[in-house]
Nanobody, 120 residues
Framework: QVQLVESGGGLVQAGDSLRLSCAAS?????MGWFRQAPGKEREFVAA????????YYKDSVKARFTISRDNAENTGYLQMNSLKPEDTAVYYC????????????????WGQGTQVTVSS
């Protein structure tokens, strides 16, 4: 069983930056970040392979967000720069023993989520 705990969310202004963290228990897994805005479905944001050598992004965040991981600390990160009001959502960390995917069904383990609010 894998436990994931996110942190780092908050209220920021447009153009600001935030770094989300995801602390994982257990062995190393492929990690992903998803987000869910009110009234919308949960959507893929970014993913990183177990080794960290491969990364994947939603097109609208590719130039602004960076996913990374520290396997020694078993922690994943999502650095979010130039935040926009449309980035406002609950952000979820997810993990899977399979290769990275872009749908929620690819991931078996989920954190509780952390709120990111970007004001204009």
């Amino acid at each position: 069983q894998v436990q994931l705990v996110e942190s780092g969310g908050g209220l920021v202004q447009a153009g600001d930056s935030l770094r989300l963290s995801c602390a994982a228990s257990g062995r190393t897994y492929t990690m992903g970040w998803f987000r869910q805005a009110p009234g919308k479905e949960r959507e893929f944001v970014a993913a990183i392979s177990r080794s960290g050598s491969s990364t994947y992004y939603k097109d609208s965040v590719k130039a602004r967000f960076t996913i990374s991981r520290d396997n020694a600390e078993n922690t994943g990160y999502l650095q979010m720069n130039s935040l926009k009001p449309e980035d406002t959502a609950v952000y979820y960390c997810a993990a899977t023993s399979w290769p990275a995917g872009v749908t929620t069904t690819n991931y078996a383990y989920w954190g509780q989520g952390t709120q990111v609010t970007v004001s204009s």
